[in-house]
């Protein structure tokens, strides 16, 4: 009946932890920076030898850099990024022979 008795005691007696003084948060953390990212400034007219440019199913050619899409002009030779205006504009259509 002893170790009832004193489990008992054991059980009644409160046990309450000190109050901890409130510690301080770090406000100076320093802030990681963020990676800076480098835009790769995309031409609006590059010139591209025809032998590594593809061939459209209408004939037109076209080269893709850097995931752009480039037609070319058969007046000048160069490959123009492409805008929905060439599909309207003769220079950017093949002489039919």
Same mark, same amino acid.
């Given at each position: ?7 008992? *005691? #054991?059980?009644? =007696?409160? !046990? /309450? ?12 953390? *320093? #802030?990681?920076? =963020?990676? !800076? /990212? ?16 593809? =061939? ?42």
């Amino acid at each position: 009946m002893g170790g009832i008795s004193l489990l008992l *005691a #054991a059980c009644h =007696k409160k !046990s /309450v932890p000190a109050a901890k003084p409130e510690e301080k948060k770090q406000t100076t953390i *320093a #802030a990681k920076p =963020k990676p !800076s /990212v480098v835009k790769t400034p995309v031409p609006s007219v590059i010139v591209v030898n025809d032998k590594v440019a593809r =061939k459209s199913v209408d004939g037109r050619l076209y080269y893709d850099l850097e995931g752009k899409r480039y037609w070319k002009n058969y007046q000048d030779g160069k490959y123009y990024l492409y805008h929905k205006s060439m599909h309207t504009n003769d220079a950017f259509r093949p002489a039919k022979l």
